[in-house]
């Protein structure tokens, strides 16, 4: 494992290897599936003990025309998953193997599921693989032949291990966000979007805003002017502490840290790169969507005030300047705090008017274009029409149609660039400094590093000091951010 970040002469704007620099010291969801697993399943990945080292054969009978999916990280985001693409019309798709560190979330979506969706879910014992190395098993249930899906919904850390492996063995994929959380991660990924080309790999990304209706009309819109030249946008996902940071510190009885850090990866920094590179990537995306471009900087503060009973890595705020090439700004605000005032959407203003990109949350939209600055009901230009499809569902839509007509689709590298600028914000709170987009690619600090060969007994990758207390950035002090 590498050590941990290295300080930095105050006043340092340039980021350089850790190697050059003196070593601080230090101590040893999205989806709401069923109400069931939401609340007793969580996003997990994949590790454990093997249940077995056969080869298990493709899942086809013959004559079948069914696209077979393995649902490899089976928390309630890949619940969720699993029943969006088991809701694409047409009742092709079935779900045949599943993969996860823990038996008992396998059993709870598989039941979930399989009351829903009854006979396009049969997934027997001998098809539910758990260990560091079942997302392989899972995979090789797959027929590369019949255009069948590879699900990734496990921590982001694993996205690129598990990604080449499908490449490797043929077969299209669908990968929750974000897909990457820092430069090194980022570069691997579009990388393996270019060989997944090569193969004529099908490869969706959990950013389902784009898919979205709604959205995609307002982007029409706006590139036509009607809102006037982009000036400022502005997002917010202010909410109450996540039910993680209601629960005991220390790990559990009978769990390694390593399975306790895989099974709350939104509280460290190398599983997911925290709260913010997972929760606020849609927001981000869905502002340089409209924008049209990636940022070329970010700046940003934020912090740790008071906590619930368990430690983790992240700041309970965020406040987050990104700068684009022409001036244009997007300010960003990430707070999960209790008894404060809550907020959730993205808006933006134009020369001409104002604009909401998503005021209630991911789905429905309600995009709006103003007819001025004032954002009020009887100020209406133009509103996306109502319902709005789930662009939950079209994204599997999207991904099945090009499969079934084997038309180009490949989300990994938009998707790889919406995730660095997400870390970005987070890099520049974590560490006190302005960050480049560039920097941010060529940024050496690898969070994820030697994730390829974790397993059952390994030791975790970042440990807690005597005191249970695990590492924390400090602005101004250390140039990187925390990896054990």
Known sequence: MSSLPNSQPAGSDSVVPSSALEQPSSGTSRRSFLASSAKAATAAGVSGTLLSGH???PVHAAGSDAINVALIGCGGRGGGAAADALSVPGGRVKVVAMADVFQGQIDIIKRSLSSSFKERVDVPDDRSFVGFEAYKQAVDCLDPANGDIALFA???AFRAVHFAYAIEKGVNVFMEKPVSIDGPSTKRMIALAAKADEKNLKVGVGLMCRHCVARQELFNRLQD???????NFYGYRQHNPPH???LAPGVPAGMTELQWQVKRFHNFLWGSGGIYSDYYVHHVDEVCWMKNAWPVSAQATGGRHYKGVIDDQNFDNYAVEYSFADGSKFFYSGRVMKNCLQQFGVFGQGTKSAFTISGSGHSPAKS???KSQKMS???VLWAAEQPEPNPYRTEWVDLVAAIENNTPYNEVKRGAEASLVTAMGRFAAHTGRL???DEMMECPDDLTAGVAELRDDSPAPLLADA???YPTPQPGRYQFEFRD
């Open 225 to 231: 002017g009607q809102a006037g030249e982009l000036i």
């Open 55 to 57: 080869v298990i054969p």
């Open 377 to 379: 009901d009887d100020n």
């Open 154 to 156: 496990t921590p982001p």
């Open 467 to 469: 005191d249970g207390r």
């Open 244 to 246: 993680n940071l209601d």
């Open 435 to 437: 960050v480049t987009f």
């Open 368 to 370: 709006v274009i103003y």
